[in-house]
Structures are given as structure tokens and as C-alpha cells.
């Protein structure tokens, strides 16, 4: 059950938080999801034949416009967790530009299950000075319904906000990927983790799930 939701969260993040064409205004959270996710729809939607016959396209597509609307610095940062005390800035460093391929392939295959769901975004956004949570309603083809929450941060030195968490139905998205890779890194070391993501080989502790 949680896999299978995790992949609902990855599959709306993709949806609600990439880029169209033009510029996102990053100074307003809400802006960050609504702006992208009224012309994302369309987009997928037209190229949804290419991305299927393609899988490899729709990952330039996810580092051109999703990466960007994503701390994933601070995310990776958070994924390590208390692991991150026996690494050295290099180590960091390796984990994520690691991490961010991982990211693109695990929102690459998501993207590749587009059914054309749709969302609801509620205008009430959650805010605080540096932080902010932004709820996402999304409704499948088949009628379900799923909450997603959308956790920004505002980076203090470019006054952007950037995604950096998503909860759906209750399971945090980093909370879940921090004790999986947390088991992988006492097991492997933070290296060898590296080396597994680098590669496209992550041993995936089923227990962590």
C-alpha cells in the first residue's frame, strides 16, 4: 500500500509542480503550484504518445522543468538525516547529484502512468516566514481522490520558494525516504549508496517500506 501511494506522490508532484514554458514566479508558494499546474496538463497531454515510445525524452523534459522548482540540496540534506554528521563535503556533494538522479528517474517513470488526472489547489496556503504548505486535491480517471500537501521553503538569500517535501494521505515523501536510505547507509556506507544511485542499482531494504 505505501508503494503504491508514494508512486501517487511522485506522480502528482511531477504533475503539479513542473514547469510550462515560461517563467514560475517563485516569490509566492501558491504561485509555484498553481502557475505550472494550469499549463502542465496540456503539455503531457499532447506529448503523452512521445514520452510512451520515448522513455528517455521525458527525463530531459523532468531536469529542465521540474528540477528547478525543487530544493533538492535541502531535501537530500534531510534524506541523509543524522547520517549526514559521518560524511564529508564531498561525500554530501556525490549524495546529491546522486540523489537528484534518482529523483528524475523515479518522476520519469511516474510521469510515463499520465491518465490525465486533475487537481484542485486550495487557495488557503499554509505560510509562515520561511516556511509553507500548499493542498493539493488530485482526482484519477477512476475517481479517486487523493490529499497531497506540498511542503516550500523560502531560501533567505534569492527570497525563492522551492519544493522540498510531499505528504499524501499522511506518509511524508522524505520522511519515508529518510529511514530507507537511513538502513542503506548503516548497512553499505554512504559511498557504496552513491555508488548504487549513481548506477541505477539501489538495493531496496523492503523493510523500509
Same mark, same amino acid.
Given at each position: 500500500m505505501l508503494k503504491k501511494l508514494l508512486a501517487t506522490v511522485f506522480l502528482c508532484s511531477a504533475f503539479a509542480v513542473s514547469a510550462p514554458s515560461f517563467a514560475v514566479d517563485l516569490s509566492n508558494p501558491?504561485? &509555484?503550484?498553481?502557475?505550472?499546474? $494550469?499549463?502542465?496538463?496540456?503539455?503531457?497531454?499532447?506529448?503523452?504518445?512521445?514520452?510512451? $515510445?520515448n522513455p528517455n525524452k521525458v527525463k530531459d523534459l523532468i531536469k529542465q522543468d521540474l528540477m528547478p522548482y525543487v530544493d533538492i540540496k535541502y531535501a537530500s540534506f534531510k534524506v541523509l538525516g543524522p547520517s549526514i554528521s559521518d560524511t564529508n563535503e564531498q561525500q554530501r556533494a556525490r549524495f546529491v547529484k546522486a540523489f537528484e538522479t534518482y529523483i528524475i528517474d523515479t518522476y520519469?517513470?511516474? &510521469?510515463?502512468?499520465? $491518465?490525465?488526472q486533475t487537481i484542485e489547489i486550495d487557495k488557503k496556503v499554509q505560510q509562515e516566514e520561511k516556511n509553507a504548505i500548499v493542498t493539493v486535491l488530485v482526482k484519477t480517471?477512476?475517481?479517486?481522490?487523493?490529499?497531497?500537501?506540498?511542503?516550500?521553503?523560502?531560501?533567505?538569500?534569492? =527570497?525563492?520558494?522551492?519544493?522540498?517535501?510531499? &505528504?499524501?494521505? =499522511?506518509?511524508?515523501?522524505?520522511?519515508s525516504k529518510q529511514a530507507e536510505f537511513s538502513n542503506l547507509i548503516s548497512k553499505y556506507g554512504?559511498?557504496?549508496?552513491?555508488?548504487?544511485?549513481?548506477?541505477?542499482?539501489l538495493k531496496v531494504d523492503n523493510k523500509a517500506k
Open positions: 501558491y504561485s &509555484v503550484i498553481e502557475q505550472s499546474a $494550469n499549463q502542465l496538463f496540456p503539455h503531457l497531454k499532447e506529448m503523452k504518445t512521445e514520452i510512451q $515510445n520519469a517513470s511516474a &510521469v510515463g502512468k499520465y $491518465n490525465e480517471a477512476d475517481q479517486q481522490k487523493y490529499t497531497v500537501l506540498f511542503k516550500l521553503r523560502k531560501n533567505n538569500k534569492t =527570497g525563492e520558494w522551492k519544493v522540498y517535501d510531499l &505528504v499524501a494521505e =499522511g506518509i511524508s515523501l522524505l520522511s554512504i559511498d557504496e549508496v552513491c555508488s548504487q544511485l549513481e548506477n541505477h542499482e
